[in-house]
């Protein structure tokens, strides 16, 4: 099954930045399809953080922002808060085999 | 506002099938295809397969889609999600979430989901 890969955990002081790598290939991000976010917070449900590669919808800080570039996708939160400790993932399209909508393996990010 | 309101948890047993239901308030049901998205205790979220509210035309993921069925009632404005052939690996929670399609080629993100039902396959 197609995957976009992430790595499993990052972690970061209060006010640092972390980045979230998110790496494809040519069927899914690298093919020009859009990479989306998720934020799940611990036992809730997966929240929409970033949509269309760069957009945050209403109501989600500044603080958090993504890049798409080639096969990869990023996601940077800056001056991390314990409130952002929680499970992210990236979603994209993936047209191998008969075409389908893909997740990440998820990041922890931990607030240390 | 938009809600997706999902049925409660289940416990089956290896083989059997289990049909959970996504009840959505707020807007058109018929405007807006709906997903499906698994999760397994402790794993990375699954895509399933969706349905198009409008004509109901269905999609579902390779994996699944021998043993996989969603459906809808715009009556009811319901999406329902039954999975057949039960096996221990099936054990996950399982959200409806509702496509939102941007301007680009298979451009789909999920804006609301529904509360999760967690499905036990357990003999």
């Known amino acids: 099954q197609s995957v976009l890969t992430q790595p499993p955990s990052v972690s970061g002081a209060p006010g640092q930045r972390v980045t979230i790598p998110c790496t494809g290939s040519?069927?899914?991000?690298?093919?020009?399809?859009?990479v989306h976010w998720y934020q799940q917070l611990p036992g809730t449900v997966p929240k929409l953080l970033i949509y269309?590669?760069?957009n945050r919808p209403s109501g989600v800080p500044d603080r958090f922002s993504a890049s798409k570039s080639g096969t990869s996708a990023s996601l940077a939160i800056t001056g991390l808060q314990a409130e952002d400790e929680a499970d992210y993932y990236c979603q994209s399209y993936d047209h191998s085999l008969s075409g389908s909508y893909v997740f990440g393996t998820g990041t922890k990010v931990t607030v240390v | 506002q938009v809600q997706l309101v999902q049925s409660g948890a289940e416990v089956k047993k290896p083989g059997a099938s289990v049909k959970v239901s996504c009840k959505a308030a707020g807007y058109t049901f018929t405007r807006y295809a709906m997903h499906w998205v698994r999760q397994a205790p402790g794993q990375r979220l699954e895509w399933m397969g969706w349905?198009?509210?409008?004509?109901?035309?269905?999609k579902y993921s390779e994996k699944l889609q021998d043993r996989v069925t969603i459906t809808r009632d715009t009556s009811a404005s319901a999406a329902y999600m039954e999975l057949s052939s039960l096996r221990s690996e099936d054990t996950a929670v399982y959200y409806c979430?509702?496509?939102?399609?941007?301007?680009?080629?298979?451009?789909?993100?999920?804006?609301?989901w529904g509360q999760g039902t967690l499905v036990t396959v357990s003999s």
């Open positions: 269309s590669n760069t």
């Open positions: 349905i198009n509210g409008d004509n109901g035309n269905t």
């Open positions: 040519s069927s899914n991000i690298g093919a020009g399809y859009a």
């Open positions: 979430a509702r496509e939102i399609y941007g301007s680009g080629s298979y451009e789909v993100y999920f804006d609301h």
